[in-house]
């Protein structure tokens, strides 16, 4: 059975830097898509970054790009989003996700798998 189980999170000022980690149960992580998802209090879970299978084609949300880094170990079966620059808008419990396609979508309910999440709180 595929467990996605994040990592990271924490309390952290406007301007650091955190990296999240989604540590995955299964190897067969490597054919899998990943995405990077938030949802903030009070609003809908959205998109933030997804990536292939292959750690080709990184997308962003407009408003993470240039901030936000998403990449894979598929050595290590654990995905990765190094989060700089943070804002008191990036607030939220940010969630990994992964289609067994090895795509990536923007709309949450193309992924297969989740994990639990982990809370990322930025003070300003």
């Known amino acids: 059975q595929v467990h996605l189980a994040e990592s990271g999170g924490g309390l952290v000022q406007a301007g650091d830097s955190l990296r999240l980690s989604c540590v995955c149960s299964v190897s067969t992580f490597g054919s899998y898509g990943l995405g990077w998802f938030r949802q903030a209090p009070g609003k809908d879970r959205e998109f933030v970054a997804g990536v292939l299978w292959s750690g080709e084609n990184e997308y962003y949300a407009d408003s993470v790009k240039g901030r936000f880094i998403i990449s894979r170990d598929n050595a290590k079966n654990t995905g990765y989003l190094q989060m700089s620059t943070l804002k008191p808008d990036d607030t939220a419990v940010y969630y990994c996700?992964?289609?067994?396609?090895?795509?990536?979508?923007?709309?949450?309910?193309?992924?297969?798998?989740w994990g639990q999440g982990t809370q990322v709180t930025v003070s300003s």
């Open positions: 996700a992964v289609e067994v396609s090895g795509g990536f979508d923007l709309d949450e309910h193309e992924y297969d798998y």
